[in-house]
C-alpha cells in the first residue's frame, strides 16, 4: 500500500474530470504522463493506444472505445480502462455530452462541429417492455448502433454519430446555425433534437411486429413530418436573426470607420479589429439555463467528485504492467463507479419524462 501511493502520488495532482457540471468554466487540460511511464511497460502502450483513438475522435461513450480497443487486440481490464481514460480525458456529469469521456483540452461547447459527437437517447415506452423476446447475449456497442436489433434494455442512449442511419448522418453534418451551446439540447435547436429522437424511435419500432409498436410507428412519422416543418422555421429565423445581428455589427464598424476616414491610425486599427474578427466562444457560466425536469439530458446529477483516492487505491495496475489475479481483461460487465451504458428508468424517472 505505501509503495502505491508514492508510485502514483503524481495522479492526485491531477485534479477533477469526472462528472464535471456542464457550466464549468474551464475543461482539463492535457497532462505529461510520458514523464510517469516506463517506455517499456505494457501500461506505456495502452495509453498510447487511448490516446491515439482520442486523436481520432475527440467524444467517445466509454464502451465503444473500450470495444474498440479490444478488437484492435489489446487485452485491457476494466480497472485498468479506468485509470487509462482518468489520464487522457473528463466527462460532464449531464448535458448534450453527458457520460461521454472527451479529450483533455478539448471543449465541446467552444466547437459546433461537436454537435455529431452529442448524444441521443431512447426510451422503450412502457406497453413494450414486457413483450416475450428470445434469450440472447447482451449486445455489443457497434451491433447497437446498426439499429437491427430492439435493445435488450428500456433506456439507452447512444452516439450520433455511430448510428447507422442515413437521414440522422446527413442531418448531423448540417452547419449549425445555433449561437452557443445550450445545456439543453447542444448545438441543435429543439425541434431537430426532437427529430433526430423520433428517426431513432421509427427505426426501432419498425423492428417490433407488436401491433402496440405498429400504433407507435405511425404515430412516431406524424410526429416527425410536424418536427421537420417546426425545424425549418427554427432555423429560417436562427438564419434571420444572424444575418440582423451581423448588419448591426457592420453598421457599428462602418460608423466607426466613417468618423476617422481622415485618419491613418484609425485605418490600421480598423485593419487590426478584421483580422482579429472570429469565432467567439460562447459564455458558460452565466448564461448557461437552469437545468430543468423536462431537459433530456439531465439524468445522472449528484455525482460525487470526492473519488479519486478510493480510485486510485481500487487501481490494480502492477508497476509491470500486468492484471492482478482476479481481474478478468474483458469483464465488460464490471462497473467503473462513474455511470453505466444502459439505464433501467425509475418510477420517478418515468414521471418526469412527460
Avoid at 430492439?150 to 442512449?157: A, G, L, Q, T, V
Amino acid at each position: 500500500m505505501q509503495r502505491g501511493v508514492v508510485q502514483h502520488r503524481w495522479e492526485m495532482d491531477i485534479g477533477p474530470t469526472l462528472a464535471l457540471p456542464f457550466n464549468v468554466q474551464a475543461v482539463p487540460e492535457k497532462i505529461n504522463w510520458e514523464d510517469h511511464i516506463s517506455k517499456n511497460s505494457a501500461e506505456w502502450g495502452w495509453q498510447m493506444a487511448v490516446c491515439k483513438m482520442f486523436d481520432e475522435r475527440p467524444v467517445w461513450p466509454r464502451q465503444s472505445l473500450y470495444e474498440c480497443l479490444i478488437d484492435d487486440g489489446l487485452q485491457i481490464s476494466q480497472s485498468q480502462f479506468k485509470r487509462l481514460l482518468f489520464r487522457a480525458g473528463y466527462y460532464f456529469s449531464t448535458g448534450p455530452f453527458g457520460k461521454f469521456w472527451i479529450r483533455r483540452g478539448y471543449d465541446p461547447r467552444k466547437d459546433p462541429d461537436s454537435r455529431m459527437f452529442q448524444r441521443i437517447d431512447f426510451r422503450m415506452p412502457p406497453e413494450l417492455r414486457n413483450l416475450p423476446r428470445k434469450e440472447r447475449r447482451p449486445e455489443k456497442w457497434t451491433e447497437m448502433c446498426k439499429l437491427e436489433v430492439m435493445p435488450s434494455k428500456s433506456f439507452i442512449f447512444l452516439q450520433l454519430f455511430e448510428l447507422k442511419d442515413d437521414f440522422i448522418q446527413a442531418e448531423i453534418r448540417k452547419p449549425s446555425h445555433q449561437p452557443t451551446c445550450s445545456h439543453l439540447t447542444g448545438w441543435f435547436c429543439k425541434p431537430m433534437i426532437k427529430t433526430l429522437r423520433l428517426q431513432l424511435s421509427i427505426r426501432l419500432f419498425s423492428l417490433c411486429p407488436n401491433e402496440d409498436a405498429k400504433n407507435f410507428l405511425r404515430n412516431a412519422y406524424e410526429l416527425i413530418e410536424r418536427s421537420k416543418k417546426q425545424e425549418a422555421l427554427c432555423r429560417s429565423q436562427q438564419l434571420k436573426e444572424n444575418k440582423e445581428a451581423s448588419d448591426r455589427h457592420n453598421g457599428t464598424e462602418d460608423q466607426a470607420g466613417g468618423n476617422n476616414s481622415d485618419s491613418e491610425d484609425a485605418e490600421d486599427d480598423e485593419e487590426e479589429d478584421k483580422e482579429s474578427d472570429g469565432y467567439e466562444s460562447p459564455p458558460m457560466a452565466d448564461d448557461v439555463p437552469d437545468f430543468t425536469l423536462e431537459d433530456p439530458y439531465t439524468s445522472g446529477e449528484g455525482f460525487s467528485n470526492g473519488y479519486l483516492e478510493e480510485m486510485l487505491r481500487n487501481f490494480p495496475l502492477h508497476e509491470d504492467g500486468q492484471n492482478k489475479p482476479g481481474d478478468a481483461p474483458n469483464n465488460t460487465e464490471a462497473s467503473d463507479g462513474e455511470f453505466e451504458i444502459y439505464e433501467q428508468p425509475s418510477d420517478d424517472e418515468e414521471s418526469s419524462d412527460g
